[in-house]
C-alpha cells in the first residue's frame, strides 16, 4: 500500500528565511508524488509534481522539492518566505492502480514578520 | 484558465434529509473524483468516475453516496440521508486523463449536518 507522512503538524519561520516542509513516502513502485497548498478558506491548489522524470522539482510561488528514493523522502522547500505563503501544506501520492491520490496529515506553515 | 466549481459553498441540512453537492468539472477533462475533509482531519478519497462509472471507490462510499454525471458539464455527489458524520468539507477534482497526473481541485462545499 501507499502512504505519505509528514513529519510536522506545525512548522513556524521568519519571513525571509528558508521553508522546509518535510515528507516520506512508502510505495512499492516508482511513486508520482504531489505537494498541494490550501489557503484559509480556499481550495486545493497543485504546487508541483514528481512523476520520475527529473528529481529536483521546481513549483510555482518558488517552491521546489527533491525526490530521493534512498531516502524515500520528497520535502519541500523555499529559500525566502513569505507572509503570503502562510498556509496548510499537503503532500501527496498517487496510487498506481485507479490514480486516487493519497494525502497526508497535512503542516501548517505560519510566517512571521 | 480553466477551473473546476462547486456549488453551493456552504450547505446547512438537517441529519436524514438528502443533499446534492455540484461541480462542474474542467471541460476536456475525463475523471472525476470526490475527496473530503472532515475538520482537523486529513483529505480522504470517496470516489473516482470514468466514462460514466465508478471506477473505484473507498470503504466510506456507502450506499448513501451515489455520484453522477447527468448532463456534459455537471458532476453530482449524492447523500440520500444524511449523518452528523457527513459534515465535512467535499471536494470535487478533475483529470485530464490517467497519464496527465495532475488532479485539480474545486473550492469545496462545506457541509454541515445538524
Known amino acids: 500500500a501507499q502512504s505519505v507522512t509528514q513529519l510536522d503538524s506545525h512548522v513556524s519561520v521568519s519571513e525571509g528565511t528558508p521553508v522546509l516542509l518535510r515528507c516520506n513516502y512508502s510505495?512499492?513502485?516508482?511513486?508520482?508524488l504531489f505537494w498541494y497548498v490550501q489557503h484559509p478558506n480556499k481550495g486545493l491548489q497543485l504546487l508541483l509534481k514528481?512523476?520520475?522524470?527529473?528529481?529536483l522539482v521546481k513549483g510555482i510561488n518558488g517552491f521546489e522539492a527533491e525526490f530521493k528514493k534512498s531516502e524515500t523522502s520528497f520535502h519541500l522547500t523555499k529559500p525566502s518566505a513569505h507572509m503570503s505563503d502562510a498556509a496548510e501544506y499537503f503532500c501527496?501520492?498517487?496510487?498506481?492502480?485507479?490514480?486516487?491520490?493519497?494525502f497526508g496529515q497535512g503542516t501548517e506553515l505560519s510566517v512571521k514578520p | 484558465e480553466p477551473e473546476v466549481t462547486q456549488t453551493p459553498s456552504h450547505q446547512v441540512t438537517q441529519m436524514g434529509q438528502e443533499v446534492i453537492l455540484r461541480c462542474v468539472p474542467i471541460?476536456?477533462?475525463?475523471?472525476f473524483y470526490w475527496y473530503r475533509q472532515i475538520l482537523g482531519q486529513k483529505v480522504e478519497f470517496l470516489v473516482s468516475f470514468y466514462n460514466n462509472e465508478i471506477s473505484e471507490k473507498s470503504e466510506i462510499f456507502d450506499d448513501q453516496f451515489s455520484v453522477e454525471r447527468p448532463d456534459g458539464s455537471n458532476f453530482t455527489l449524492k447523500i440520500r440521508s444524511t449523518k452528523l458524520e457527513d459534515s465535512a468539507m467535499y471536494f470535487c477534482a478533475s483529470s485530464g486523463s490517467t497519464r496527465s497526473y495532475e488532479q485539480y481541485f474545486g473550492p469545496g462545499t462545506r457541509l454541515t449536518v445538524t
Open positions: 501527496v501520492v498517487r496510487t498506481n492502480q485507479g490514480g486516487k491520490l493519497i
Open positions: 471541460s476536456n477533462h475525463l475523471y
Open positions: 514528481y512523476t520520475s522524470a527529473a528529481t
Open positions: 510505495s512499492s513502485y516508482s511513486p508520482s
